[in-house]
């Protein structure tokens, strides 16, 4: 029994304990965000409806069946008497509309463009899936890097501290020493509590876009090699401005659209009447054509219209470009900056401030130096350590948004 019970116990204990996060590398929480994200599920979706509606585009409408009673009497000496009639008869007819042949091409190509739209928001919504799912992962693993490094100043910090009763008993520091250490530990514990703050709120982000409830960052961060000519030469192919000129073919299709309603449509019918069996049956045929009389009234006003359309359309692709190579060279200088600021940080105030902490550790053990000097050093070294952080992880964001948003193809 007591193997039994020892299994179970340690079965109650593995699940009580809370599910760790799944790791995900960059890779891999990419192609998760691909595969999960509703935002892309329901482009594709729009796609295939797109697709769907294509085979109909420009068809034949469905025929018509008429039914009817034709010369039925209501008045003279054989009203109400149809079968004394020799006119009255049953009829059954079919007639089948034919739209001019611009008017079903101009449908097809409007179908199309349908079509190239919907591929370009796909493609459109991939690329921004990329680019959040990029900056969510690395702003978590550089969340946890913080903590980390933040930990490590603090253990040093507390080791260093907790020999101070001794110091003060020898008579080599002062109380209020003891005291000053204990308030800069607090000040990192309110810190790492932010920090904390921050990894969750990361986390969250990542969760969104992953769909992965578990989700957290391992692996090796990964450094996108800027280069501004190839970014600027793959301008024209940014899906952003596909999906603008997909549209500008659609407002085209439009405009044909609308120019072929000034053609004349035709119809075909037939019917069979059916008389008194005294009387011999009819066939009727005939043919119907639209008269497009009035076009300045009806026709060219939606071709105006159209026309509109479609020069706004183009207007606004000039615009999107504008502001794509605006928005690229803000974002190459912006990081640029952040480049000059991290490799400041990196190699000269953390070096420094670490240099700081040997120096004024070594005066501190050789009673040169007060607990307050050495307290003051370690707090000055969480700064600076966190500051490299911070300004390596706006390095690597920039990197990624830049070569994943302005990229002309997949990485």
């Avoid at 599910?19 to 796609?47: C, H, I, V, W, Y």
């Avoid at 509309?97 to 919504?125: G, Y």
């Avoid at 603008?244 to 309603?261: E, K, M």
Wanted: aromatic fraction near 4%; proline fraction near 5%; charge should be neutral.
């Amino acid at each position: 029994m007591k193997p039994l019970f020892l299994c179970a116990a340690l079965a109650a204990v593995a699940m009580s304990r809370p599910l760790s996060a799944e790791p995900l590398t960059f890779d891999a929480a990419l192609a998760k965000a691909l595969a999960n994200a509703p935002s892309l599920q329901a482009r594709r979706l729009g796609a295939d409806a797109s697709r769907a509606a294509r085979g109909a585009a420009g068809a034949l409408p469905d025929p018509k069946l008429s039914v009817g009673i034709d010369s039925f009497p209501v008045s003279g000496p054989l009203a109400f008497r149809p079968l004394r009639d020799d006119f009255t008869g049953a009829r059954i007819g079919i007639s089948q509309d034919f739209p001019n042949l611009a008017k079903r091409h101009a449908l097809r190509a409007r179908a199309d463009s349908d079509i190239t739209v919907a591929d370009a928001e796909i493609a459109a919504e991939a690329r921004t899936l990329e680019v959040e799912t990029a900056v969510a992962w690395i702003t978590l693993a550089y969340a946890e890097r913080r903590l980390a490094a933040l930990d490590d100043i603090r253990a040093r910090l507390a080791k260093l501290v907790g020999t101070t009763p001794s110091a003060v008993a020898a008579g080599t520091a002062r109380p209020a020493q003891v005291l000053a250490g204990r308030q800069t530990i607090a000040a990192l514990d309110d810190r790492r509590d932010e920090l904390l703050s921050a990894v969750a709120r990361a986390r969250t982000d990542l969760v969104r876009w992953t769909g992965d409830a578990l989700a957290s960052a391992i692996g090796e961060v990964p450094d996108f090699a800027v280069d501004d000519a190839q970014l600027h030469a793959a301008l024209d192919a940014n899906p952003a401005l596909a999906t603008i000129a997909a549209r500008v073919v659609q407002a085209d299709a439009d405009v044909r659209l609308a120019r072929a309603q000034r053609r004349p449509d035709f119809g075909v019918d037939v019917s069979y009447q059916r008389r008194d069996p005294r009387f011999g049956d009819y066939i009727s045929a005939g043919v119907t054509i639209g008269l497009p009389l009035f076009k300045r009234h009806r026709q060219e006003p939606l071709i105006a219209a159209r026309l509109a359309d479609a020069a706004r359309v183009r207007a606004e692709r000039e615009d999107a470009a504008r502001g794509l190579t605006a928005a690229l060279d803000a974002a190459l200088a912006d990081h640029a900056m952040h480049h000059a600021q991290w490799m400041r940080s990196r190699e000269t105030v953390e070096p420094l401030a670490r240099q700081r902490v040997d120096l004024d550790t070594a005066s501190y053990g050789a009673g040169r130096a007060s607990l307050v000097d050495v307290v003051e050093a370690h707090s000055a070294l969480a700064d600076a350590a966190l500051a490299t952080l911070d300004r390596e992880a706006l390095v690597m964001i920039d990197g990624a948004r830049l070569t994943l948003t302005y990229r002309s193809s997949a990485r």
